[in-house]
């Protein structure tokens, strides 16, 4: 049962639009959210978090919406660069979970100038 | 260099073998990780390491060894390697227990023959 959900597995957007990417997790115990950002050939790289005690977070072009009641979080990017494109995964993690997180198959974010 | 690095890059091997992949980080932070990526797949947790000396299995530790003498290598060990381990492997560590992000090594990819 796989407990972080990317139901997208790739996205297109044009440059200067907004993209959003979906999440969707099923367990009630994940109390701290991540993403993080993938090129190939690369390891992943944080992106930004959110804490359950939020429903939002900001950073730059980056903002992470929560909505703890539907088990859903989301990556909004405004506007839109093609050095955006990457994989973008989510991770979710338990507090109280030795700092452990689950991660998300990913979403393949392109970015067409 | 400061960070975290994995080695060898890249590792071609025949089945049966038995072959080390090698992790090493220079912020002496507590917890290391290391996951497997499969095509359309996400990061899989093998094994992690909360402290020297303290390891646990993840999602996915079978056909896998791990140890952790000193606090900043955390090498990977496949007794006897099968073509169902060719994957692309990333080490990662993190600092702490209470929320914060992982940081990623670039990976090293393993071909079983």
């Known amino acids: 049962d796989q407990q972080v959900k990317q139901n997208s597995p790739s996205l297109s957007v044009q440059e200067g639009r907004i993209s959003i990417l979906n999440c969707d997790y099923t367990n009630s115990m994940f109390d701290y959210f991540l993403w993080y950002k993938k090129y190939p050939a690369e390891g992943p790289t944080f992106l930004i978090s959110?804490?359950?005690?939020?429903d939002k977070n900001e950073d730059g072009r980056f903002t992470v919406f929560l909505n703890k009641s539907a088990k859903h979080l989301s990556l909004h990017i405004v506007p839109s660069q093609p050095g955006d494109s990457a994989v973008y995964f989510c991770a979710a993690s338990a507090l109280t979970n030795a700092g452990k997180s689950t991660f998300g198959d990913g979403t393949t974010l392109t970015v067409k100038p | 260099d400061a960070g975290i690095t994995q080695s060898p890059r890249y590792k071609i091997t025949e089945t049966g073998r038995q072959v080390t992949l090698m992790c090493h980080q220079t912020w002496s932070h507590s917890y290391m990780f290391w996951y497997r990526q499969d095509l359309g797949h996400g990061l899989r947790l093998i094994y992690y390491?909360?402290?020297?000396?303290?390891?646990d299995k993840g999602e996915v530790p079978d056909g896998y060894v791990v140890s952790r003498s000193k606090t900043e290598n955390f090498p990977l060990t496949l007794e006897s390697a099968t073509r169902s381990q060719t994957s692309v492997y990333f080490c990662?560590?993190?600092?702490?227990?209470?929320?914060?992000?992982?940081?990623f090594g670039p990976g090293t990819r393993l071909t079983v023959t």
């Open positions: 959110i804490s359950s005690i939020k």
């Open positions: 990662a560590s993190k600092e702490g227990l209470a929320g914060g992000e992982q940081y």
């Open positions: 390491s909360a402290a020297a000396d303290i390891t």
